[in-house]
């Protein structure tokens, strides 16, 4: 059996050992405050850092929101423009469409003109040679006639009847107004220190 002695020098070396170990858990957890105290600062930079980059998400999203309604804005404007145009190339269309209708009437009236007047004005002049030739007297007076209902004439004109249309006019469009977009619109301004990026 161990004696007193050796068992209070066991008893003190354990004693010693709980120390040492106390010691030493001391130390770590000293440590271990001061590393937990870092983590919570580093954790509140990034909270900082993470509401920034929010706020200047949000703010840019507002910036394309106002910027693309200026640009709907403008785009229907463009289309209803765009659509008066469109009913104006019409008109022209119409209108272009009459002229064509008249001229080619016109042409069609002009040479089968042409080609009576020239069957008569043969025929006429035929007619007149053998009338002068037998009735000269008589040609002298008609000529003489004529002058005087050619003065007459010149005198007093006959009144001009009223020009017959040769078509249906074309009804323009009504435009609208053009009335610009005001275009007032600035991008909301970044905060200097949550500018992006």
């Excluded at 405050?33 to 920034?52: E, V, Y």
């Excluded at 042409?114 to 006429?124: A, F, H, M, N």
Aim: proline content about 6%; overall charge negative.
């Amino acid at each position: 059996m161990p004696s007193i002695e050796t068992i209070a020098n066991e008893v003190k070396a354990i004693v010693q050992d709980i120390r040492t170990d106390t010691g030493v858990i001391k130390t770590s957890t000293s440590s271990i405050k001061t590393d937990a105290t870092a983590i919570k600062n580093n954790t509140s930079t990034i909270i900082t850092q993470l509401t920034q980059l929010d706020n200047t998400a949000k703010t840019g999203f507002t910036n394309l929101a106002q910027g693309l309604n200026v640009l709907i804005q403008l785009q229907a404007q463009n289309n209803e423009l765009l659509a008066a145009n469109n009913e104006q190339n019409k008109t022209i269309i119409c209108w272009l469409d009459n002229i064509a209708d008249v001229l080619c009437e016109v042409k069609r009236n002009t040479d089968e003109e042409v080609k009576l007047q020239t069957d008569i004005s043969e025929t006429l002049h035929h007619v007149d040679d053998i009338t002068e030739l037998a009735n000269s007297r008589e040609a002298i007076e008609v000529a003489n006639r004529y002058a005087l209902e050619d003065r007459m004439d010149e005198c007093c004109p006959d009144k001009e009847e009223p020009v017959r249309p040769c078509f249906e006019e074309c009804k323009p469009p009504k435009t609208p107004d053009f009335k610009p977009i005001k275009n007032d619109w600035k991008p909301v301004q970044f905060p200097k220190d949550q500018g992006p990026g």
